[in-house]
């Protein structure tokens, strides 16, 4: 039975065609994995094991009637800041400990007419503001690969439990490198998709201009399968994008020879860069020209959004919860609290000048797309540090120097704010056995390219084989 935690969705909709495996085999297959391995890495927090078998029955009916859907029998999971019916949603934080929403966010109902299979809500940091995993409701998510370390954040859960074949799909959002990041530290393939691509709604305020829906999973044609299913329109988001031409699966497909390419290790800011994750993302960066690109290293220089960034996730924060901030304030997680009194400190023109600097790094980036197809860097400038209290505002000195509290997500979130495709894919390992991330960027609503790219390096250097040692040491 353990074969079957690792495999792909698409494996399980070949092996449910073929009634090779049933859906009910297979969700009765994970929750046994999850009873086993869960407890050690908390990634998934609110199960829903009747509901999941219930679905699993219906879905196995549809096989049996020949009418599946596209998702029918594939479990997954949805992060917990994220709207289910029914089914208890915290956004991590005590002010919603026993919230139960009445209504599904848009992806979610779009995953279940789908025949998606929900097995729980998967861990995050409260409100998914910082690159850890850790909340006073539910605690930390540890990382399979060393338990000491951190799974990343805020999608840590979501990361932690399909590197750990307890499920082969978890959604995850990405509002500074939410999904990337945990995917890098993880060992797994993370894509955030273009601004506006998955419908966001309802949800709670903030991140209102940095956001995007994506998925975390262990395969590339996964993270394309369900693209596909939660990609689309909504009246009821007004950024949301018209409906994608083509098909991200089919998309993906094909060889990427004659892709122009560019890599760059730093990419404005002069933050500092763990030697070892330099040398292997480089290494894989050039590898393409294996596959038939050319790849060229750059340094454009970018203008430094750091100090935006921190502006504008605490400004938001700060705002969204303006009604009830001294109730906040005593139960809030202990580090976000420094966060708080700097928002009282910001002023007006702090936050409008965030828009003009975005407005400016577009302007670069676009100048750098005009001559290259897509863009390499390393994920993040770190492996995955120790866990601990002070985790995200002080995490291990990068080289021996002091990482201030988003300068080790220097790669990540630039991205945010042009709103372009960008993922993460597994490209090697440092000297302690800790999984390292490339990411990959395209242009503007060009997914297809990240997608053809990253299963192009997929195939050529796989990562499935590679599975975590799930202990401590």
């Known amino acids: 039975m353990s074969e079957i935690c690792w495999m792909s969705a698409t494996e399980l909709l070949a092996a449910y065609k073929k009634k090779t495996l049933s859906p009910v085999e297979v969700v009765k297959a994970l929750l046994a994995r999850i009873d086993e391995i869960n407890p050690k890495l908390n990634a998934i927090i609110t199960r829903t094991d009747e509901a999941a078998l219930a679905t699993a029955k219906e879905s196995e009916k549809a096989f049996l009637k020949g009418k599946p859907r596209p998702l029918e029998g594939v479990p997954i999971t949805i992060k917990d800041n994220v709207f289910t019916k029914g089914v208890r949603t915290t956004w991590g934080s005590k002010l919603y400990e026993n919230y139960v929403p009445d209504t599904d966010a848009i992806l979610v109902e779009r995953l279940k007419n789908a025949g998606a299979i929900i097995l729980g809500k998967t861990n995050l940091p409260e409100f998914g503001l910082v690159g850890i995993t850790d909340n006073l409701i539910f605690g930390r998510t540890v990382n399979p690969w060393n ?15 399909v590197a750990s074949g307890l499920f082969p799909i978890g959604h995850g959002n990405d509002g500074g490198g939410s999904i990337r990041i945990p995917s890098s530290f993880c060992g797994v393939f993370g894509l955030k998709p273009s601004f506006g691509r998955i419908p966001i709604y309802p949800h709670l305020p903030g991140w209102e201009t940095l956001n995007h829906e994506g998925a975390l999973t262990r395969t590339v044609e996964d993270n394309a399968l369900i693209l596909d299913v939660m990609a689309g329109p909504s009246v009821y988001d007004p950024v949301s994008l018209p409906q994608y031409p083509g098909k991200f699966q089919k998309g993906m497909k094909g060889d990427i020879k004659g892709l122009r390419l560019a890599f760059s290790s730093d990419l404005g800011g002069g933050f500092p860069m763990d030697s070892q994750v330099l040398e292997i993302s480089r290494k894989a960066a050039f590898g393409f020209q294996e596959l038939g690109c050319t790849v060229e290293e750059i340094k454009p220089g970018w203008i430094n959004m750091e100090s935006d960034f921190v502006v504008t996730l605490v400004s938001e924060t700060l705002a969204a919860h303006q009604s009830d901030i001294d109730k906040y304030k005593q139960v809030a997680f202990p580090p976000y609290l420094p966060f708080l009194d700097f928002a009282t400190l910001l002023k007006n023109t702090d936050v409008v ?19 290259y197809d897509l863009l390499l860097t390393p994920t993040l400038a770190t492996a995955a540090f120790e866990v601990g209290e002070n985790g995200p505002l002080n995490p291990a000195k990068v080289n021996g120097i002091d990482a201030s509290p988003s300068s080790w997500v220097c790669f990540t979130y630039p991205f945010n704010f042009t709103g372009q495709p960008a993922a993460s894919v597994p490209c090697g390992f440092n000297s302690e056995g800790l999984p390292i991330g490339l990411q990959i960027v395209g242009r503007r609503l060009d997914e297809a390219t990240v997608l053809r790219a990253a299963a192009a390096f997929e195939k050529a250097h796989p990562w499935r084989d590679k599975k975590p040692p799930l202990t401590a040491a």
């Open 353 to 371: 000048k965030v828009q003009f600097d975005r407005y400016q790094l577009n302007e670069q980036v676009s100048r750098v797309f005009e001559k």
């Open 147 to 161: 338990w000491n370390r951190t799974s990343g954040g805020s999608s840590g859960g979501a990361a932690a439990g």
